[in-house]
């Protein structure tokens, strides 16, 4: 059995004054992850504060874009399409899809890539993966 | 401060729709509201406590009890932890019992996802405005479903679990079921009907995902002397606790649940443990989320759950944990897409010797009804709550 990813239609993602740099990053191909500059600790989503410290002494710093799965599913709809957790190698587990391959092949602790999807009506790219 | 023994369950109701095509959710609420309160021999003018989530129509509490006439509220909690809260809510108003901020709480639900023909659990939405996370998980897919399809994989990878496993969970409830004439789904089925429904969302098939249906419940609280007052059985409130487990920075572990915290708290408070617990409503919106509460609150050993709940141990009258005996979520109904109320009431009737006579549990004394509200598999909150007949 083989059931290809689809190259379903993404909503874009609503952009906010505190991610506005992740996303324009997104649209120049680089990938950020948050950064607590008080712990030394990368965390995802990115946000305006540190959620280990609570203080706002945090940046985007850009990640290597390599991973392994930590989780994932198949939803068997028209459009077969895999939300995963992907564990990125500077520890933060994100809620991502694994695209462009054979669902069915996927497993657990396999080792994947980034690559930025397009997404609907114009708006920034998201970070999806796909077996390294 | 405990609330052990400080207020009692005097009235429970569950609507009888699964499809409410004839009547809006606030007629629901007043439906149900009315019903718990013929259950416990009062009238709306005794309630001085109003309990609701923001599943309610309105602001808050407002709408709502302006609907039904409340006059005499001096104590609202809409305190909203998705299907758990009205678990919660039991315990919230045994609290403002104690400290006598009211007499007498009315906690309502009603919902009708199912007549507006809403995609529950498998389309991505948003909540409300301005959620931090939704632009990093919408464009991903995050639904109802493939949250909790998440967390059953890593389950499964780390423990080996299987999916046989999990459909004894939904064949327990499904034998419980056709004694139930409300249900949606009262056929029997086989762990072999699980395993050949089509795959939703890997590893869930569509009989690991409960039912989408319209109605809603009612429970009324009450103080000891009122309860002892009144002439229903008695069910007191042991405990009752609350958690909220999130994604931790991205640094999640999918393999327990927010039950961990709420059940050790709430046992605590009831001064029991879980091998005392007769009956037991375990939130069911997927055979996963049983299977995860069932480790979490201490009924088997994280990663033994599987094991635990196959060859029917979950069955009233054969197996050592029945549970969900008015065949939970994933038979019965999910009304408005929020099961705890259900929950409470099932257990409810275990204690008032009520339940349909097939899955009543003989001597039913102690009882748990745990609730899991918001995605199991990103953030989420856990309810659990201990009562006893008196």
């Known amino acids: 059995m083989a059931t290809q990813a689809a190259n379903r239609a993404i909503p874009a993602p609503k952009e906010d004054p505190t991610t506005k740099p992740f996303w324009d990053a997104a649209r120049e191909g680089r990938f950020l992850i948050g950064l607590c500059k008080d712990t030394g600790k990368h965390f995802w989503y990115p946000r305006g504060c540190s959620p280990f410290t609570l203080s706002n002494n945090v940046e985007l710093v850009e990640a290597k874009g390599t991973g392994t799965i930590y989780s994932f599913t198949v939803m068997r709809s028209k459009e077969p399409h895999a939300p995963a957790y992907v564990e990125l190698d500077e520890g933060p587990r994100i809620f991502t899809n694994i695209v462009d391959c054979d669902l069915d092949a996927l497993k657990i602790g396999q080792k994947v890539k980034l690559v930025f999807k397009p997404t609907e009506e114009g708006g920034a790219p998201v970070p999806m993966f796909t077996p390294a | 401060m405990s609330i052990n023994g400080a207020a009692y369950i005097v009235g429970a109701f569950e609507h009888p729709t699964r499809k409410a095509e004839g009547q809006s959710v606030a007629q629901l609420h007043a439906e149900v509201a009315f019903g718990a309160l013929q259950d416990a021999g009062l009238t709306k003018d005794d309630v001085d406590g109003f309990f609701c989530t923001g599943a309610a129509p309105g602001l808050g509490p407002l709408n709502m009890a302006d609907y039904m006439g409340l006059t005499k509220l001096r104590h609202v909690d809409s305190t909203d932890m998705g299907g758990c809260s009205y678990v919660m809510h039991v315990g919230h108003a045994a609290q403002a019992i104690k400290e006598g901020r009211c007499n007498i709480a009315l906690i309502t639900l009603a919902g009708r996802p199912r007549a507006e023909g809403m995609a529950t659990g498998t389309v991505p939405r948003s909540w409300a405005p301005n959620i931090p996370d939704d632009p990093f998980e919408i ?252």
């Open chain 2, 139 to 390: 464009p991903m897919a995050r639904t109802v479903v493939t949250s909790y399809a998440n967390v059953a994989s890593r389950h499964m990878y780390e423990y080996g679990t299987t999916s046989e496993q999990l459909a004894w969970i939904k064949v327990a409830a499904s034998q419980h079921a056709q004694h139930n004439p409300h249900a949606m789904l009262p056929k029997v089925v086989t762990v072999e009907d699980v395993l050949n429904s089509p795959m939703v969302a890997d590893p869930l098939h569509r009989l690991d995902c409960c039912v989408i249906s319209d109605g809603g419940g009612a429970l009324i609280v009450a103080r000891p002397e009122i309860a002892k007052s009144l002439k229903r059985p008695l069910v007191k409130v042991l405990g009752c606790a609350e958690a909220t487990k999130n994604q931790a920075a991205g640094y999640l572990d999918l393999t327990y649940s927010a039950a961990r915290q709420s059940g050790a708290a709430a046992f605590e408070e009831a001064r029991v443990t879980p091998k005392d617990i007769q009956y037991a409503s375990i939130y069911d919106s997927f055979t996963i989320t049983v299977l995860m509460q069932i480790e979490d609150l201490g009924f088997a050993e994280k990663g033994k759950g599987g094991a635990f709940v196959a060859d029917g141990n979950l069955i009233s009258g054969v197996g050592k944990l029945p549970f969900n005996t008015d065949g939970g979520g994933l038979c019965n109904n999910h009304p408005a897409n929020r099961g705890g109320m259900t929950k409470v009431i099932e257990a409810v009737r275990q204690l008032r010797g009520e339940a349909h006579p097939k899955v009543q549990v003989p001597g039913c004394r102690l009882a748990l009804a745990n609730g899991i509200g918001g995605l199991l598999g990103h953030r989420h909150g856990s309810a659990t709550l201990i009562m006893e007949r008196e």
